[in-house]
């Protein structure tokens, strides 16, 4: 018999169905939303992968309802007459809230624009202060931009491991007339045509249009507009070395390549970066402090360099020589000037400042004109002095300001002054004037500004004569708006040993220690430290590659930092805390590739012996302290008596990674004339 089943139950067990099946969407949808609003938030361990968050910049981020896209310091455009370095970004970029439409990043020197956009699924990007955040479909990880104030800094934050590797996949926009190139290095170089034939060029005719056209259409391009460094990998514990990452370049489309990733800690940051080059940002302050970068590991970044390679050192026509010959002096650069200040002229310790203009067309030192007619050659006025003499100090220029800290006065005797003044309109340094000294003498430490902070490293006192250690070794104030400076605090981290005579550099929130002396022992090493959200040093000091020939100095500066590339020329190889060694000498033999003698030392390495007949041998390695190595392998040199140029240093270069680490450091741009 068939069983009829009655009609209410039937619409009670489909209202139970769809009642059961309304729930699931519902906890469906809840369960997404609350997954996606997790991705979408940066917590405490997220945000300190990505650098932690900035009001100041977070201000200057504001979403554009009509367009749908978050603007960032709109209208930015550099000055070249700016003097100094102020707040505040120094770029534009746009960011759509659509993750499949175009990143924009506009280089504020050359107008010059550079796109790019992800092509893996994201949900829409929010605004957390100074970042923008997209979930990334399907796997439990987002993307963040990092806004800055010379960067827009990228990050992929995984949130837990999902298998061993991984591919982010990019297509880029470039500008028109450049193109993109895979570097030796991993890094991916971005090359158009000279600059001045960039951006907004004025043309007086159709004809001339024409002219610009076709001059940007066939230009050898060999301007580095962009870089593209090799990507790095970081966890909660730090820099994951273990992760593999790379690019791989196909035509537009820029993939990076993620493997190893079970060796991680999570969450995970892979960090592929993007510089951008402008040189009229160097401009606004002190380039050998790298001013324009932020003190995370910024994605935009603004230098000048063809590919960091320098063809040939060449005497600049115009260029005026100083008045007189000093040693132990302080160099800095600010506005488009040059600043030469105090020193000694072999004797006596002076006070005297020359400043002179910086022509950016030609590259020429010319004469400036303070505001009342040209000076002849290089501006010297009484006016422009120090209030005593002072060589063996340390200089910076920040902020419309320029700093003489502590050095030797003119008894000679270690001091604790600290002088600064206001650069007038025109350049000239009028009305030194001393702010909070230091609590212990110091002679040829290093200072760097940044942030609105004075860091002074390193140097001599009465009592360390071969370099401060421990604690006040290493200190940093506030630099007011005013100028002056505050009070002067020992940073948390120590100096990592003994250096006088070296060069403090910062780039891209990293502290540097380059070469220098300990005790009299000169040194090879860099070593490295990430500046903190306060301007503290709390990690430990981290060393990086070595350059090849160690070496330090008697004022002045053995190191510079130059469009993601750091330079290493000349300095002293030997030396007492008081003078510099210039030549080795002695007496040798040379068979085949084997030289033999007294007194070598390794320091020697590169170098070249110079026999008293005339015969030269170039050293390729140290054995002992009576043997040496030579190129040279089919010459045989009778015990003669010899000479070795110590100095004969040629110019360096490693670029920096995005870990703050170091390449290897290959010689780039030979000998100075």
């Keep these: 018999m068939r069983r009829v089943v009655p009609r209410y139950w039937v619409e009670l067990g489909l209202s139970s169905a769809l009642v059961v099946a309304a729930v699931f969407v519902a906890v469906f949808i809840v369960g997404y939303d609350q997954a996606m609003a997790a991705k979408a938030q940066l917590n405490p361990k997220t945000l300190s992968l990505v650098g932690g968050s900035s009001k100041m910049y977070a201000d200057k981020l504001k979403l554009d309802e009509a367009k749908q896209v978050y603007e960032y310091n709109p209208g930015y455009r550099a000055s070249d007459s700016k003097i100094g370095q102020s707040a505040g970004p120094k770029f534009s970029a746009e960011i759509p809230v659509d993750p499949a439409k175009t990143v924009k990043v506009t280089d504020p020197e050359t107008s010059t624009t550079l796109g790019f956009s992800p092509d893996f699924e994201m949900a829409k990007g929010q605004q957390q202060d100074n970042h923008v955040v997209y979930p990334i479909m399907g796997r439990d990880a987002s993307k963040v931009y990092s806004l800055g104030q010379g960067s827009l800094k990228e990050d992929i934050i995984l949130l837990k491991f999902q298998g061993d590797s991984a591919e982010f996949s990019y ?31 004025t043309t007086g005719s159709d004809a001339d249009a024409e002219l610009l056209t076709k001059a940007r259409q066939k230009s050898a391009k060999t301007s580095e507009l962009f870089r593209v460094p090799a990507p790095y990998a970081r966890d909660v514990r730090g820099i994951n070395n273990n992760v593999k990452l790379s690019w791989e370049l196909t035509g537009l489309r820029l993939t990076l390549k993620a493997s190893s990733l079970r060796s991680a800690a999570y969450p995970l940051s892979l960090d592929p970066s993007i510089f951008v080059t402008s040189a009229a940002q160097f401009m606004a302050g002190n380039n050998e402090s790298n001013i324009d970068f932020d003190t995370s590991n910024e994605l935009i970044q603004k230098g000048r360099l063809t590919g960091a390679r320098i063809n040939a050192w060449t005497p600049v026509a115009g260029t005026q020589d100083l008045p007189a010959s000093l040693w ?346």
């Design 171 to 201: 297509h880029l926009q470039l500008p028109e007339n450049t193109e993109a190139r895979m570097e030796s290095d991993g890094s991916v170089g971005i090359f158009g045509v000279d600059r001045t034939l960039l951006g907004a060029v």
């Design 328 to 673: 132990n002096h302080g160099t800095v650069m600010a506005g488009g000037y040059v600043y030469v200040i105090g020193g000694s002229t072999g004797s006596t310790n002076v006070a005297t400042v020359y400043w002179a203009k910086l022509d950016t067309a030609t590259y020429a030192i010319t004469s400036p004109d303070p505001g009342a007619g040209t000076c002849t050659q290089w501006c010297n006025d009484s006016a422009y002095n120090l209030p005593f003499a002072r060589a063996g100090m340390a200089v910076a220029a920040y902020n419309g300001y320029l700093y003489a800290v502590a050095g030797f006065d003119g008894t000679p005797a270690r001091t604790t002054t600290v002088y600064y003044t206001k650069v007038g309109a025109n350049g000239e340094p009028i009305g030194w004037t001393t702010t909070t000294a230091l609590g212990t003498e110091r002679s040829y430490g290093s200072v760097v500004a940044y942030q609105n902070h004075l860091y002074i490293f390193g140097g001599q006192s009465n009592a360390a004569t071969g370099g401060v250690t421990g604690a006040g070794s290493s200190q940093f104030a506030d630099i007011h708006p005013d100028g002056t400076i505050g009070t002067w605090t020992n940073t948390t981290t120590n100096m990592p040993n003994a250096l006088w005579g070296h060069t403090a550099l910062q780039n891209n929130g990293y502290m540097y220690l380059v070469g220098g002396v300990n005790g009299t022992t000169t040194q090879n090493a860099v070593q490295y430290n990430k500046v903190t959200s306060t301007g503290d040093l709390t990690a430990s000091w981290t060393a990086t590659s070595s350059f090849n020939t160690a070496r330090g100095s008697f004022g002045g500066s053995i190191a510079t930092i130059w469009g993601g590339y750091m330079y290493v020329s000349d300095g002293c190889t030997t030396m007492t805390a008081t003078n510099c060694t210039q030549f080795a000498s002695g007496t040798a033999s040379q068979s085949g590739t084997t030289i033999t003698g007294t007194g070598f030392t390794s320091t020697e390495v590169g170098m070249v012996m110079t026999f008293a007949n005339g015969i030269t041998a170039t050293i390729t390695s140290f054995t002992s302290s009576t043997t040496l190595v030579a190129a040279n392998d089919s010459q045989t040199v009778a015990s003669q008596s010899y000479t070795i140029d110590l100095n004969d240093l040629s110019p360096q270069m490693a670029s920096i990674n995005g870990d703050g680490t170091l390449s290897a450091w290959p010689h780039c741009c030979g000998p100075f004339p």
